[in-house]
């Protein structure tokens, strides 16, 4: 079975510019979390999709960045214009969407490292 | 607030002696805990999760961890570092109430030296 998988896997980019990021879940998981990593820093939850509906999206910086899960299979995360502060290693995750989801196993994207100049 | 802290950014052990990442956690409701490896230019990578059952949990790779509710504690260890578990490692909470999101510690990067 394929594991969650992102694309690129780096990206460089001048400040103002956009770029997008995407990321497939493990097929079936009704669940997909965006994770980021600036460096030096923890790793720090984003935005929670529960099949195509935002679940949770406490964690977004501010309005430059949008996510969107089309159909509840695969998901994008645009930052529109990126900024310097904005570099860092973006972590895709998903699981399945059990009951108790809090105690399931979040799958781990290998990351987008986004580097903006 | 729910918080995570690993003790010790980097931490340096021999091949053969023993392995303990330190984690701590804040929180007013149960835990469920999890540490994650992450190997170079790798994903995460789940070692054990904590969801309370058994408070000695046993993971992959010889690791294990014991929850101490006492000491807000889930420190991972290995009895015999091996070259191979040189990777970085992730302390992480997650909480019954509220979403469920993971709250990550600031990372451990272990070294083994030969």
């Known amino acids: 079975e394929a594991g969650v998988t992102q694309f690129p896997s780096h990206s460089v980019i001048e400040k103002g510019q956009t770029v997008t990021l995407r990321c497939d879940p493990i097929?079936?998981?009704?669940?997909l979390y965006w994770y980021r990593r600036v460096m030096g820093k923890e790793i720090k939850f984003l935005l929670h999709?529960?099949?195509?509906?935002?679940?949770?999206e406490s964690g977004m910086p501010n309005n430059r960045f949008l996510a969107e899960r089309t159909g509840g299979t695969y998901s994008t995360l645009k930052v529109q214009p990126a900024e310097l502060e904005d570099s860092g290693v973006y972590f895709c995750a998903s699981s399945q969407g059990l009951s108790r989801g809090y105690q399931e196993t979040q799958y781990f994207g290998p990351g987008t490292r986004l580097l903006v100049l | 607030a729910q918080s995570v802290t690993q003790l010790g950014s980097h931490v340096s052990v021999s091949e053969g002696a023993l392995v303990l990442l330190r984690c701590n956690y804040s929180?007013?409701?149960?835990?469920?805990l999890f540490w994650y490896v992450q190997y170079p230019n790798q994903g995460l990578q789940l070692l054990l999760k904590?969801?309370?059952?058994?408070?000695l949990v046993k993971g992959i790779n010889g690791f294990e961890a014991e929850f101490k509710k006492s000491e807000t504690s889930f420190h991972l260890t290995k009895p015999s570092a091996h070259m191979s578990d040189a990777a970085e490692y992730f302390c992480a909470v997650s909480f019954i109430q509220g979403a469920q999101k993971l709250v990550f510690g600031q990372g451990t990067r272990l070294t083994i030296n030969p």
């Open positions: 904590y969801t309370s059952a058994a408070t």
């Open positions: 999709f529960v099949k195509e509906s935002k679940q949770d």
């Open positions: 097929s079936g998981h009704d669940n």
């Open positions: 929180s007013s409701v149960p835990p469920y």
